[in-house]
C-alpha cells in the first residue's frame, strides 16, 4: 500500500508563482523526509530534506514546513521559473537501524508545469 | 565517475527472455538501492545492499527477480522469464550516511520494455 500520499497529481502555475505540494504519512518510524526532482529520462535528484526535530527548512527557493503531529509535510517553491517544470516527488525513510536501512518509500509524484 | 551509472539505456526484450541491468555507483558508497518506477509513479524499492551483503529484499515482485553485488561496488539486477508487468524504469541509487544525512544519487535509469 501507498505509505506517503501525495497531491496534487498535477500543478501548473505562472512564472513567479508559489507552486506548493502537500505529502501525508501514517508511520511514526519514518524519520527522514526529502524531496525529489526529476526530469524526463533521468533519475530523481534530491532537493531538500528535512528530520522531524525541526518543523521548517529553507535551500535557496524550496522550502519544506514539517508538522509532526498531522504527519504531513509540503513543499513550497518560491518565485518558481520555467525550468523548475518537472516532476517531484516526496518521500519518506524510516530510521537508520531498521532493517531496510533507509530505503525510500515515494509518493505517486506531482508534475509542475511553470509557464513563461 | 562523478555519478552512478547504468546500462543498458534501454532494454526491448522479448516475452520470456531473461535479461540483466548493471549499475556502477559512485566510488566508496556503501549502499547501494535498486528501484522499479512504472509509468506516472514514483519509485518503488526493490533491495538494499550494504557492501556485497544483500540486507533487504523485500521489495522484489518475484522469485525471478534476483541482484547480487559480489565484489561491493558494481551491482547487477537480473530478471528471469521476463513478462510484460516487467516493463518499467529501474533505478539504482548509491548513498552514504554522514552522521546527519543520507546522500543518495540516482543513476539515470534503464528502461525495460517487455514486448
Known amino acids: ?116 | 565517475g562523478a555519478g552512478v551509472s547504468q546500462s543498458p539505456r534501454y532494454k526491448v526484450a522479448k516475452r520470456g527472455q531473461d535479461v540483466a541491468l548493471r549499475c556502477d555507483p559512485i566510488s566508496g558508497h556503501v549502499s547501494l538501492f535498486w528501484y522499479q518506477q512504472a509509468l506516472g509513479q514514483g519509485p518503488e524499492f526493490l533491495t538494499y545492499f550494504q557492501n556485497e551483503a544483500q540486507l533487504d529484499k523485500s521489495g522484489l515482485p518475484s522469485d525471478r527477480f534476483f541482484a547480487e553485488r559480489p565484489e561491493g561496488s558494481v551491482s547487477t539486477l537480473k530478471i528471469q522469464r521476463t513478462q510484460q508487468e516487467d516493463s518499467a524504469v529501474y533505478l539504482c541509487a548509491s548513498s552514504f550516511f554522514n552522521g546527519e544525512s543520507y546522500g543518495y544519487t540516482f543513476g539515470s535509469g534503464t528502461r525495460l520494455t517487455v514486448v
Open chain 1, 1 to 116: 500500500q501507498q505509505q506517503v500520499k501525495q497531491s496534487p497529481q498535477s500543478l501548473i502555475v505562472q512564472k513567479g508563482g508559489i507552486p506548493i505540494i502537500n505529502c501525508a504519512y501514517e508511520n511514526t518510524a519514518f524519520d527522514y523526509f526529502p524531496w525529489y526532482q526529476q526530469f524526463p529520462g533521468k533519475g530523481p535528484a534530491l532537493l531538500i530534506a528535512i528530520r522531524p526535530d525541526v518543523s521548517e527548512k529553507k535551500e535557496g527557493r524550496f522550502t519544506i514546513s514539517f508538522n509532526k503531529s498531522a504527519k504531513q509535510f509540503s513543499l513550497h517553491i518560491m518565485d518558481s521559473q520555467p525550468g523548475d517544470s518537472a516532476t517531484y516527488f516526496c518521500a519518506a525513510s524510516p530510521d537508520l537501524n531498521s532493517n531496510s536501512g533507509y530505503a525510500l518509500n515515494f509518493g505517486k509524484g506531482t508534475s509542475l508545469l511553470v509557464t513563461p
